[in-house]
């Protein structure tokens, strides 16, 4: 059965700091994940990665994939507020079927 | 372009009723997925429909059921509701199976007191 763990599961950091979220998954998949969720409200798609080695960058975020290692990073540079969200990776199992990691919730304080 | 919309955005329902939820997908998209986000389990894959046919399904029990209509529009249904089904349902669009993007909708809150 396929797997995704997330760490970490919360993280509060300050403005302006760098920080990773990991995400590991147990089987092979060919498609990786990031959404970004706000307080009661729907997953908004952050990158979708297809490769071994791929990078996307889109403002502070970058996130990036190790299809050997099954593992995605999701960097944050130089945090601000705004970027206060919960914050998921998924993969593809079969037939389309997204399954989730549990979510790191990330609080960024002025 | 419109996005995916779901309806209602909440639903109150008593324990052993039945809920339906409503999703129409992005204008072109051909197929559907449903999820579940309940407090403490995460978010969890539900069904999915293409062309009207239900082509993948989780690991909930029969009393979750959908369809797809000819206008690629879905609905959830939930038979004898449980407390434990108070969650988010999601839903998503893709434009067919090939497609690995998938469109998110703002959500159904079921509430089953």
């Known amino acids: 059965e396929l797997k995704v763990e997330q760490n970490p599961l919360f993280l509060s950091m300050q403005e302006g700091k760098n920080y990773t979220i990991y995400c590991n998954y147990s089987?092979?998949?060919?498609?990786l994940y990031w959404y970004r969720q706000d307080p009661g409200k729907s997953l908004e798609s952050l990158f979708v990665?297809?490769?071994?080695?791929a990078v996307k960058q889109e403002g502070r975020l970058m996130a990036s994939l190790d299809t050997k290692a099954r593992l995605s990073t999701l960097h944050i540079t130089a945090a601000v507020h705004d970027l206060s969200a919960t914050y998921f990776c998924?993969?593809?199992?079969?037939?389309?079927?997204?399954?989730f990691g549990q979510g790191t919730r990330l609080t960024i304080n002025p | 372009e419109a996005g995916v919309t779901q309806s209602p955005t909440h639903l109150i329902k008593t324990r052993g009723q039945q809920a339906t939820l409503r999703c129409s997908p992005i204008?072109?998209?051909?197929?559907v997925y449903w999820y579940q986000q309940a407090l403490g389990l995460g978010l969890q894959f539900l069904l999915w429909?293409?062309?009207?046919?239900?082509?993948n399904r989780g690991n909930f029990p029969p009393r979750f059921s959908g369809r797809q209509f000819p206008n690629y529009s879905s609905e959830l249904n939930v038979n004898a509701l449980e407390l434990e089904d108070s969650a988010l349902y999601l839903c998503?669009?893709?434009?067919?199976?090939?497609?690995?993007?998938?469109?998110f909708g703002p959500g159904t809150r079921l509430t089953v007191t």
């Open positions: 429909y293409d062309e009207g046919e239900e082509r």
């Open positions: 998503a669009s893709s434009a067919g199976t090939g497609a690995y993007e998938q469109y």
């Open positions: 089987t092979t998949s060919d498609r």
């Open positions: 990665l297809l490769s071994n080695g």
């Open positions: 204008s072109g998209h051909t197929s």
């Open positions: 998924a993969v593809v199992r079969e037939a389309q079927k997204l399954v």
